[in-house]
């Protein structure tokens, strides 16, 4: 159990296009969905934390209206990087908070690449 | 969130013990100790977790030094697949939190055949 899902795991699109990442948890409900980006080479860094059914609260230095995040669902979080940019090309990662006494369960990932 | 130190990379023969080691000196008394495993190109795997009492899973066992400065992830019988990079992170409370976790640079543990 406790299995999270990404889609896409790789994608490439042209700079000033929007791309959205799915992120779900397969097999339980996640009260706060947690979104990271990773640079080669480099650790992961928090980006944003989402609550189902209300505004993500953004790290210091992220840009809220370039990575726009809605969790519409206890299953299901999004992350739109909009207007790519070269320097947006990164690994991004979800994980999924199933509440008290669970972990966070990580997904696969997303390996976005603008060109 | 107390800092912790790893060493940046180690070795470890195949079906060798690894053992890796973290510091974490300013770690409060209500901060348990998490490892986490990153396989290349993929989302972190956590591993095990511990308050104060050595721990023990189907993966792992974790050492915390009586002074709870320092923690040893131990691995039994490292195979080639156990190659990652491991993260130990200092937080407060069990069960993950629902707080994002802080990464530092990690280990990176490779498996000589």
């Known amino acids: 159990g406790a299995v999270v899902s990404q889609h896409p795991s790789r994608v490439i699109c042209k700079s000033g296009t929007s791309v959205k990442i799915e992120c779900r948890s397969l097999?339980?409900?996640?009260?706060?969905m947690f979104w990271y980006r990773q640079f080669p080479k480099q650790s992961l860094m928090l980006m944003a934390t989402?609550?189902?059914?209300?505004?993500?609260?953004?790290e210091q230095g992220v840009e809220k209206d370039k990575f726009l995040i809605n969790h519409a669902s206890l299953t299901l979080s999004t992350l739109t990087v909009t207007s790519a940019h070269p320097e947006d090309s990164s690994f991004y990662i979800c994980?999924?908070?199933?509440?008290?006494?669970?972990?966070?369960?990580f997904g696969p990932g997303t390996r976005l690449t603008v060109t | 969130d107390a800092k912790t130190t790893q060493p940046p990379s180690m070795d470890c023969a195949e079906g060798r013990a690894a053992n890796l080691p973290c510091n974490h000196s300013?770690?409060?008394?209500?901060?348990?100790v998490y490892w986490y495993r990153q396989i290349h190109s993929q989302g972190p795997q956590y591993i095990i977790h511990?308050?104060?009492n050595n721990e023990t899973n189907e993966m792992a066992s974790l050492i915390i030094t009586e002074d709870r400065k320092s923690s040893t992830l131990i691995l039994p019988h490292a195979t080639l697949r156990d190659t990652a990079v491991y993260y130990c992170?200092?937080?407060?409370?069990?069960?993950?939190?629902?707080?994002?976790?802080?990464f530092g640079k990690g280990t990176h543990l490779i498996i000589q055949p």
């Open positions: 300013t770690i409060s008394g209500n901060e348990y």
């Open positions: 097999d339980f409900q996640a009260t706060t």
């Open positions: 989402s609550n189902e059914g209300s505004k993500a609260t953004y």
């Open positions: 992170i200092v937080r407060v409370g069990s069960g993950g939190g629902a707080d994002g976790l802080t």
């Open positions: 994980s999924a908070y199933r509440g008290q006494n669970y972990e966070q369960y």
């Open positions: 511990g308050l104060k």
